[in-house]
């Protein structure tokens, strides 16, 4: 594939054990050129994500690629954020305690880089965001036009017709900023969204550990040092022996879309009560007679199946080559 040909990305992240993952799986995926990280709060601090987004790059020796720090507080200003530490490890990275990296954050805000590269390359960048949605309703509310002029926005995000992984409810990314959640869904920009129906399908065993630990891959060696923390949180919280490749998944979604399948329609996101965070799906089949919040909003892409078994293969290929 030309470099022209390679789908321009932007990764909204916000690392955590997965975000790791996605990122190296990105950064070796021929099909992708990532010419951005933006960070965001969510399984850390904004601050601390920064930190583990350049330490990163560096480990990938691909300190050339700009990280752009994004909000600290939610889309209304909110500060008490739920952070999930306790999946991760309180530095996000299986608390390795690695060395600060050398790299320091570019001038710009995410939501500014966003704008710019939006700008630069209308209707070629990819954002996939992979924490919660602050910087990219951050990046409407600075330019109403950035919907029509990004390509496409694949999201992590939204627990559709199964429970949340917060609560029954609510899905962790949406539950961060659903107020941020809900502007992003109906902005109208060309949106994929990936829910935990779809991540939780898509699981790295213990013997795929295995296969990994005895790999010389760069990557691969990486990973291992990081994941005893989240395959702990998995067997503890879920049972299972194995962790869930969320946000490799989201990544693999923006290179190779038809691993999966989707439906349209319209998404809201509650934004308080019991159920803020919950995403609601509608199929717009019924032509409903009162105008409602519900009313001519413009449909995303939800994804209803995956080629687990793919999704897999790609994830164990790209750690272990590297």
Same mark, same amino acid.
């Given at each position: ?5 390679r ?10 054990i ?5 990122i ?11 010419? !951005?990280?933006?960070?965001?709060? !969510?399984n ?5 994500a ?5 330490h ?10 700009p990280v752009?720090?994004?909000?600290h ?10 952070? /999930? ?10 608390n ?6 050398q790299?320091?954050?570019i001038?710009?805000?995410? /939501? ?5 590269? %939006?700008?630069q ?5 990819t954002v996939?965001a ?11 509310e600075?330019?109403p036009g950035?919907?029509?002029k ?16 917060v609560?029954? /409810? ?6 961060g900023?659903?107020?941020? /959640? ?7 920009a ?5 829910g935990?129906n ?8 213990? %013997?795929?550990?295995g296969k ?7 990557? %691969?060696?990486?990973? =291992? ?11 503890? %919280? ?21 691993l ?11 934004t =308080? ?5 919950l995403?609601l799906?509608?199929?717009?089949k019924?032509?409903y ?16 199946t ?10 164990m290929?790209r750690?272990?080559?590297?």
């Amino acid at each position: 594939m030309g470099e022209a040909e390679r789908k321009k990305i932007i990764i909204d992240t916000d690392p955590g054990i997965d975000d790791a993952m996605a990122i190296f799986i990105a950064l070796r995926s021929p099909d992708l050129e990532v010419i !951005g990280l933006t960070t965001t709060h !969510g399984n850390v601090y904004t601050t601390l994500a920064t930190r583990n987004a350049l330490h990163l790059l560096e480990i990938a020796g691909r300190s050339d690629i700009p990280v752009a720090e994004g909000s600290h507080a939610t889309i209304k200003k909110v500060t008490k954020l739920r952070i /999930a530490s306790f999946v991760h490890g309180s530095d996000g990275l299986g608390n390795q305690n690695f060395p600060p990296p050398q790299g320091k954050a570019i001038d710009q805000s995410a /939501a500014e880089f966003l704008v710019e590269k %939006a700008n630069q390359f209308p209707g070629k960048v990819t954002v996939v965001a992979l924490g919660t949605l602050t910087n990219i309703a951050m990046a409407i509310e600075l330019d109403p036009g950035y919907p029509q002029k990004v390509g496409q926005i694949v999201i992590l995000g939204g627990a559709f017709s199964v429970n949340g992984n917060v609560n029954p /409810a609510a899905e962790a990314n949406i539950f961060g900023d659903p107020d941020a /959640a809900d502007i992003v869904f109906t902005s109208g920009a060309d949106i994929l969204t990936v829910g935990i129906n779809i991540t939780h399908q898509v699981i790295l065993t213990d %013997a795929d550990r295995g296969k990994l630990e005895r790999s010389e891959g760069k990557f %691969a060696q990486y990973i =291992c040092k990081i994941l005893e923390f989240y395959f702990s949180y998995h067997r503890d %919280a879920y049972g299972i022996k194995g962790v869930y490749l969320h946000d490799p998944t989201t990544v693999i979604a923006a290179a190779y879309p038809s691993l999966l399948t989707y439906t349209e329609g319209v998404v809201r996101v509650q934004t =308080c009560g019991i159920t803020r965070g919950l995403t609601l799906f509608d199929n717009t089949k019924k032509r409903y007679a009162e105008i409602t919040e519900w009313s001519d909003k413009p449909k995303v892409k939800v994804a209803v199946t995956v080629d687990a078994p793919a999704v897999v293969e790609i994830v164990m290929d790209r750690l272990m080559n590297s």
